[in-house]
């Protein structure tokens, strides 16, 4: 599976418009099926151009609420794959955009479309804020922080991602360590730029020519008949065009081909109307919408279930960026003989796990030691995994009519097969299998942190396995 990030900025009114969907949001969903998703509400980018607190809260909420009922009203009401987050939840982004800053050469941001286009139209350099000509390397630290393999976005994002390229390049060369992942952009080109509904220029809230998705449907049906078709037809019999006619461009997404390819014959040979084939759009947009729209006002009367999937966000955001500031800080000397790990923001466990060359753990919450299903296990075979350092091959009965393959990575520990061969254990049975070394481990092996054992019994670093002797194999623990 491969991961990926993108973020949207709560500017305007915090509302999506159809060019969002088509070109960001449309992609976020069919990516998620298949990879590990990130999606971030860029609040901090914000703070660039809004300065009010009621409009940065307001804009930040409709955000949240629109594009969680777009991604859940689409995936059938799960974020399966999905964390979905607040960038100003994750305080890691502002820790590595300043480091960030000292591999950046200035050229390189001055260079940016957004200060450049900035400087060129609107202000003198003493009007731009510091913030918005260093958002290229805010955004570089969004996205390095996730390891992330792509990053969807629209074609006016592209040069972010390579600037995030060369700052990754530059950082990892600077220190010899190939501390961040070089992430690629992701631009699909038919939807790359969605024009709005005056026919000449990008759909943006701030041209005022966008289609929306949540707003009353009178609303969206003045937007439809508001929007550019064949401005040389004036009757329904007429011989209309269809390049460049929005209409007919947004019915390529949100109408069925039989019956807009039918409608493109007529059109052309002024046998419909213009309002005819509006209405059609109309009617494609609600009905494409229709799952969205509800959740979106299912969404608007609970916020306890909206706060819940932030904090749960916010909880695997910051676990997965600590794991990289951790890196960080280490390969560039911020660690050293008098760090002590409760002095920083990120945890001591990956930290002390880290030092022993250990992949990080994160505890897990009580929710979701709720979810987990539990068993009795007996391991009938052990054995080291060949070809890695860490695994060991355990194959388990669990009641089942087949037994199960489930790894567990603790040979660092100084585990061996030998410690798990014929005994019985407590099996977590309703994970998804996972692929590890070119087989799928079908579950884990339940083990708690063995912190609080006193020194000496191991070595207050080594989990502890549950045993599970003389218990009924298979039975379901809970
Ligand atoms: P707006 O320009 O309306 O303010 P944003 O800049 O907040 O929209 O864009 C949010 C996301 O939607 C970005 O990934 C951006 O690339 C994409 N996007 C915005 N407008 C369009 C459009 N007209 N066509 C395609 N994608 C768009
Ligand atoms: N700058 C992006 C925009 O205006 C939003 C954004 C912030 C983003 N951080 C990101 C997109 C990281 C992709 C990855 O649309």
Request: hydrophobic content about 40%; charged content about 25%.
């Amino acid at each position: 599976m491969k991961r990926f990030l993108s973020g949207i900025t709560p500017s305007g009114d915090g509302s999506l418009h159809i060019g969002n969907y088509l070109g960001a949001v449309r992609q976020f969903i069919s990516l998620s099926r298949d990879n590990e998703a990130f999606l971030m509400i860029a609040d901090l980018h914000a703070l660039t151009t809004i300065r009010d607190k009621k409009r940065l809260e307001h804009n930040v909420e409709e955000l949240v609420r629109n594009e969680l009922a777009l991604l859940m009203g689409t995936l059938g009401g799960e974020l399966p794959n999905i964390t979905f987050f607040r960038q100003s939840d994750v305080p890691a982004h502002t820790e590595l955009q300043s480091i960030l800053n000292n591999v950046t050469p200035l050229g390189l941001v001055k260079r940016a479309h957004a200060y450049k286009d900035k400087l060129e139209k609107e202000s003198a350099e003493e009007d731009i804020n510091l913030g918005l000509f260093n958002y290229p390397v805010l955004m570089a630290a969004d996205i390095l922080l996730y390891q992330t393999d792509f990053v969807p976005v629209g074609k006016d994002q592209k040069q972010h991602i390579e600037i995030t390229r060369d700052i990754a390049g530059r950082f990892n060369k600077t220190f010899c360590k190939k501390i961040f992942k070089l992430p690629e952009p992701y631009i699909p080109e038919e939807v790359s730029v969605i024009m709005g509904t005056d026919g000449k220029r990008k759909m943006s809230k701030s041209l005022g020519n966008i289609i929306s998705i949540f707003e009353p449907e009178e609303v969206i049906r003045k937007q439809v008949m508001e929007t550019y078709t064949d401005p040389a037809r004036i009757h329904a019999t007429d011989l209309g065009h269809i390049a460049g006619n929005m209409v007919f461009r947004y019915l390529e997404f949100f109408g069925t081909k039989q019956k807009v390819d039918e409608l493109k014959e007529a059109y052309k040979k002024g046998q419909v109307a213009d309002v005819e084939v509006k209405n059609y759009l109309y009617a494609s947009l609600l009905k494409t919408f229709a799952p969205a729209r509800e959740k979106y006002h299912a969404l608007a009367n609970n916020p306890e279930a909206v706060r819940e999937i932030l904090q749960e966000g916010a909880r695997k955001a910051n676990a997965v960026a600590s794991r990289t500031m951790v890196e960080a800080r280490r390969t560039i000397g911020l660690s050293n003989a008098y760090s002590c790990p409760s002095g920083s923001s990120y945890t001591p466990v990956p930290s002390e796990r880290q030092n022993q060359g250990l992949t990080p753990v994160t505890p897990v919450t009580l929710a979701e030691f709720a979810r987990m299903e539990i068993r009795v296990g007996k391991v009938i075979e052990a054995s080291n995994k060949e070809g890695s350092e860490k695994l060991i091959r355990l194959v388990v009965d669990v009641g089942e009519t087949k037994p199960r393959i489930i790894f567990t990575g603790v040979r660092g520990f100084g585990y061996t097969p030998e410690d798990f061969a014929g005994k019985q254990f407590l099996f977590i049975t309703n994970l998804a299998p996972r692929k590890m070394m070119g087989e799928e481990s079908q579950g884990m092996i339940l083990a708690v942190d063995g912190n609080e054992r006193p020194r000496g019994e191991h070595d207050a670093k080594k989990p502890v396995f549950i045993t599970a002797e003389g218990m009924p194999l298979g039975a379901k623990v809970r």
